[in-house]
């Protein structure tokens, strides 16, 4: 039977139930990324880059995004768990933790394609697509991803400031005008 968006909430909704659910829903994830087409075709072609909510409460969110080619999200932080469950291209994310002058890094990770990032709720990290492809992923969230409040930083200066999702927007607004100009 053909997996669809619901069945995807729902799979989460249940993994929320489980005595550690950030573990639960990442089991939920590295079982998912190992059918790719399977999620294409539940969640539909990319053709822009963007970030599409598919489910949105107070316990759970379930987002499913698309970095575009040549793309970089400057460091921010959550304030709840997540799980970036990968299945098309590679997101490559840099880590930081808090310092006297903004930020100071704490390493890196690639994760390409049938890969699953975990994070903490007080990771901090920016997201980069390095590639000539978009980085596609289910990204699933322990809260409310759009209703608390939290930091970014600048990527140049590192200073901390409230985070901005219509700067996120605009963000993929360049990067998709850019990709779109360089397709032949
Ligand atoms: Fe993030």
Excluded: K
């Excluded at 069945?7 to 005595?19: F, G, K, N, R």
């Excluded at 994070?119 to 322990?142: C, M, Q, T």
């Excluded at 809260?143 to 400031?161: H, K, Y």
């Amino acid at each position: 039977m053909a997996l669809t968006v619901e069945d995807i909430v729902a799979m989460c909704q249940t993994a929320l139930s489980e005595h550690t659910p950030v573990l639960a829903v990442r089991d939920v994830l590295e079982e998912l990324v190992t059918r790719p087409a399977r999620l294409e075709e539940a969640l539909g072609p990319v053709e822009v880059g963007g970030i599409t909510t598919l489910h949105n409460a107070a316990d759970l969110t379930v987002l499913h995004v698309a970095w575009t080619p040549g793309m970089a999200l400057y460091p921010h932080e959550h304030r709840m768990w997540a799980a970036i469950g990968m299945y098309g291209g590679q997101e490559d994310n840099a880590f930081f933790r808090r310092a006297p002058e903004g930020l100071e890094s704490t390493g890196g990770r690639e994760v390409p394609a049938g890969d699953v990032l975990v994070l903490g709720d007080d990771a901090i990290h920016s997201v980069a697509n390095s590639r000539r492809e978009f980085a596609v992923a289910l990204h699933v969230y322990g809260g409310d991803f759009f209703n608390v409040e939290r930091s970014e930083w600048d990527f140049e200066t590192l200073e901390e400031r409230p985070r901005d999702f219509e700067r996120t927007a605009r963000l993929f607004e360049e990067a998709n005008t850019r990709w779109l100009q360089q397709q032949p």
